[in-house]
């Protein structure tokens, strides 16, 4: 079973970017799928990214196409999400989680989540 830690984050202009990283520990990487997700203050969690074993598959929630990009290095162990354009909605906790079943789009169907790292955009 992997392990998850997260960072890159941190607070930005509008229209500014940052790029998160997703570490992971463990043998087994390659055999999962990695999805960002994101909760902000008073809401509830929700999907950003995900990206499949072997990059293959990419899915985008719709707000963030065009200006966010998930990527992987399996040989790293590494997943990360460039974001640019910066918003103010983009503002939350972003995390991500592993599958070792499906390139999901739901919470649920990720079972190892790291801790998170907070993105603030202020304009």
């Known amino acids: 079973q992997v392990q998850l830690v997260e960072s890159g984050g941190g607070s930005v202009q509008a229209g500014g970017s940052l790029r998160l990283s997703c570490a992971a520990s463990?043998?087994?990487?390659?055999?999962?799928?990695i999805g960002w997700f994101r909760q902000a203050p008073g809401k509830e969690r929700e999907f950003v990214a995900a990206?499949?074993?072997?990059?293959?598959?990419?899915n985008y929630q719709d707000s963030v196409k065009g200006r966010f990009t998930i990527s992987r290095d399996n040989a790293k162990n590494m997943v990360y999400l460039q974001m640019n354009s910066l918003k103010d909605e983009d503002t939350a906790v972003y995390s991500c989680?592993?599958?070792?079943?499906?390139?999901?789009?739901?919470?649920?169907?990720?079972?190892?989540w790291g801790q998170g790292t907070q993105v603030t955009v202020s304009s």
């Open positions: 990206i499949s074993r072997t990059a293959g598959t990419i």
């Open positions: 989680a592993a599958s070792g079943l499906w390139l999901g789009t739901v919470d649920y169907q990720y079972t190892i």
């Open positions: 463990g043998r087994t990487f390659s055999s999962y799928c």
